[in-house]
């Protein structure tokens, strides 16, 4: 079997004035993968309903941040070497703090051998790198995400609308199907239970 049975973290992201984030919490699943290759990877996914988007490095001299979410899809992450830290839920746009004092945002790290998935409309970019950072990204298909009429899996928003146009696009989120099939555990995989629960 290509990947451990391991105990789902999740991360609640709280939606912003200018990032729609996601009532559907972040799912993480810390070094599930037993071949962090791109082989192995495509073994372990269920690409039934996840489509490959791109294989991906970021080197810490060529970090460069762009903050963005999909509307239309959710997007997992399977980690083959290095390691990133990433923000999530936070727009440009945003205040560096909320009105309690608090960093706005949520940080995590990801590392080789982790999975972890990112729900519709949930801002994220990658801040910082330890050795060269290499990823594979896949995407949910969905009634919205019609494959014959989009040429990516996925879109890009760069979460930098006005709170009318934001609130317009997390409506829209909002509307993208939990899958069937969690992307490494299938049917009954953690993920779908806890998503579904929500």
């Known amino acids: 079997m290509p990947v451990e049975q391991v105990k789902p973290e999740i991360l609640y992201v709280p939606p912003t004035a200018h990032s729609p984030n996601s009532k559907l919490p972040?799912?993480?699943?810390?070094?599930?993968?037993?071949?962090?290759t791109p082989d192995g990877v495509?073994?372990?996914?269920?690409?039934?309903?996840?489509?490959?988007?791109?294989?991906?490095?970021?080197?810490?001299?060529?970090?460069?941040?762009?903050?963005?979410?999909h509307s239309t899809t959710h997007e997992a992450y399977t980690v083959l070497h290095g390691a990133a830290t990433y923000l999530l839920g936070k727009s440009p746009l945003d205040p560096g703090t909320d009105s309690n004092g608090d960093s706005t945002g949520v940080r995590f790290t990801a590392r080789a051998g982790d999975v972890f998935v990112f729900p519709a409309g949930v801002t994220h970019f990658v801040t910082d790198v330890e050795d060269e950072y290499e990823f594979i990204g896949f995407y949910s298909l969905s009634?919205?995400?019609?494959?014959?009429?989009?040429?990516?899996p996925y879109n890009m928003?760069?979460?930098?609308?006005?709170?009318?146009?934001?609130?317009?696009?997390?409506?829209?989120?909002?509307?993208?199907?939990?899958?069937?099939?969690?992307p490494i555990y299938g049917e009954e995989g953690p993920m779908i239970k806890i998503w579904k629960s929500v």
């Not at 972040?26 to 962090?36: E, F, I």
């Not at 690409?47 to 903050?67: D, R």
């Not at 760069?158 to 099939?181: F, M, W």
């Open 143 to 152: 009634s919205q995400n019609d494959q014959n009429s989009l040429k990516e």
């Open 42 to 69: 495509l073994q372990a996914v269920e690409e039934s309903e996840w489509k490959k988007g791109g294989h991906w490095k970021i080197a810490k001299e060529s970090l460069a941040a762009t903050p963005h979410y």
């Open 157 to 182: 928003e760069y979460a930098t609308d006005s709170i009318e146009i934001t609130n317009q696009k997390r409506g829209k989120c909002e509307l993208v199907p939990v899958p069937a099939h969690d």
């Open 26 to 36: 972040v799912v993480v699943y810390r070094n599930a993968l037993t071949d962090p």
